[in-house]
T-cell receptor, first 115, second 110 residues
Framework: EAGVTQFPSHSVIEKGQTVTLRCDPI?????LYWYRRVMGKEIKFLLH????????ESGMPNNRFLAERTGGTYSTLKVQPAELEDSGVYFC?????????????FGSGTRLTVV | AQRVTQPEKLLSVFKGAPVELKCNYS??????LFWYVQYSRQRLQLLLR??SRESIKGFTADLNKGETSFHLKKPFAQEEDSAMYYC????????????FGQGTRLTINP
């Protein structure tokens, strides 16, 4: 079984530029989550998709962040324009229904550096 | 508010010694608690969850509701246990998102 795939693995961009991160969940997993870890801080929830619908986006920091999940398959997280404080590791995870009691499967993460 | 506290950022023990990674939580209801581990150059993965009450790789964790703790223990540490360990909480009742602690980097010295 293929795992959760994220790309790119690393991205270095300049402040003000746009970056799009992609996550391919495990096939058949309806639940897809985005988290991020900013340097020196804990891993924080960003949002949760159930299929193509946003179930919970309470963790999205501001309107510079836009997440989509086309057709309930892969998801993208766009940061536009990027700021220095957006640097960190962005994790994607997926889980099957009924969800959390099975635990997540995480991707390897995308390390974003904004300079 | 939901909060998870891992008081030790770094923990170093010798091989064969007992290990305890502390985790305390704050939640008013009945949470689900998890331990996740990230080995060097690997992805974050589930180590164990309190509802299954199982032992994985020799690790156990007991939920103590009175002390609001979910400490991770292993009687005899091995070098391959060196990793980053995260305690995480979910609000239960179908709640989906996890609240993580800051993590503890465990180093097992030979």
């Amino acid at each position: 079984e293929a795992g959760v795939t994220q790309f790119p693995s690393h991205s270095v961009i300049e402040k003000g530029q746009t970056v799009t991160l992609r996550c391919d969940p495990i096939s058949g997993h309806d639940n897809l989550y985005w988290y991020r870890r900013v340097m020196g801080k804990e891993i924080k929830f960003l949002l949760h998709f159930v299929k193509e619908s946003k179930q919970d986006e309470s963790g999205m920091p501001n309107n510079r962040f836009l997440a989509e999940r086309t057709g309930g398959t892969y998801s993208t997280l766009k940061v536009q324009p990027a700021e220095l404080e957006d640097s960190g590791v962005y994790f994607c995870a997926s889980s099957p229904n009924p969800g959390l009691s099975y635990g997540y499967t995480f991707g390897s993460g995308t390390r974003l550096t904004v300079v | 508010a939901q909060r998870v506290t891992q008081p030790e950022k770094l923990l170093s023990v010798f091989k064969g010694a007992p290990v305890e990674l502390k985790c305390n939580y704050s939640y008013s209801g009945s949470p689900e608690l998890f331990w996740y581990v990230q080995y060097s150059r690997q992805r974050l993965q589930l180590l164990l969850r309190h509802i299954s009450r199982e032992s994985i790789k020799g690790f156990t964790a007991d939920l103590n509701k009175g002390e609001t703790s979910f400490h991770l223990k292993k009687p005899f540490a091995q070098e391959e246990d060196s990793a980053m360990y995260y305690c995480a909480l979910s609000g239960g009742q179908g709640a989906q998102k996890l609240v993580f602690g800051q993590g503890t980097r465990l180093t097992i010295n030979p």
